[in-house]
């Protein structure tokens, strides 16, 4: 069964820095690989996906994500944040073919200073 | 286009109370998903439909919670007896060209 790792709980950053939140998936073959936003009292929310091809992907709100076959990773990068990117972000892997069980990390928080 | 629609968006109800959540998926989804999303906690996967059928319920507790989706649409999520560790969002999804999944904006149940 395949397993997602996000292993920062908070990331606290300032407005206009830069952002990478990390993600790791143990699995024995490239999965469909996402990253989901989610503000407070609100669903998820797609911010981008990998299925295959190109490993730096682009997404909504200015977010890209990396992936990494060798490091089993998928990290989620913004060049400048802004304090409406404070939310939850949840990273999830989905198994190609078969019945297409998600599974989703713990997800991270992060926390926007003026 | 018009999103996931659940309802309520708010419950609150004693231990051993049963209760029961809607969910609408986007206009020709096949795939429907039902999530249990416990506070500080990653979405968790409680059964997955394709159209009308079970592709996967391994995770839920099938002696209290039960789910259908008559006619591949609408589908409800039942809860009988509640117990307080139930207390969480119940978030809905839905997919056309799996696994891209749109969600809801969930129901989120307090049990006392």
């Known amino acids: 069964a395949q397993s997602v790792t996000q292993p920062d709980i908070h990331i606290t950053v300032s407005e206009g820095a830069s952002l990478e939140l990390r993600c790791n998936y143990s699995y024995g073959a490239t999965p469909y690989l996402f990253w989901y936003v989610q503000s407070p009292g609100q669903g998820l929310q797609l911010l981008l996906k990998y299925f295959s091809g190109d490993t730096l992907v682009q997404g909504i709100k200015g977010f890209e994500a990396e992936f990494k076959r060798s490091q089993s990773s998928f990290n989620l990068r913004k060049p400048s944040v802004h304090w409406s990117d404070a939310a939850e972000y949840f990273c999830a892997v989905v198994p190609p073919g078969g019945s297409y069980i998600p599974t989703f990390g713990r997800g991270t928080s992060l926390i926007v200073h003026p | 286009e018009a999103g996931v629609a659940q309802s309520p968006r708010y419950k609150i109800i004693e231990k051993r109370q049963s209760v029961a959540f809607w969910c609408n998926p986007i206009s020709g989804h096949a795939t429907l998903y039902w999530y249990q999303q416990i506070l500080g906690q990653g979405p968790k996967l409680l059964i997955q439909?394709?159209?009308?059928?079970?592709?996967?319920d391994s995770q839920l507790p099938k002696d209290r919670f039960s789910a259908e989706r008559l006619k591949g649409v609408d589908s409800t999520l039942k809860i009988q007896p509640a117990k307080l560790e139930d207390s969480a969002v119940y978030l809905c999804?839905?997919?056309?060209?799996?696994?891209?999944?749109?969600f809801g904006p969930g129901t989120r149940l307090t049990v006392t």
């Open positions: 999804a839905s997919s056309l060209s799996v696994p891209e999944q749109y």
């Open positions: 439909f394709q159209n009308n059928g079970v592709v996967d």
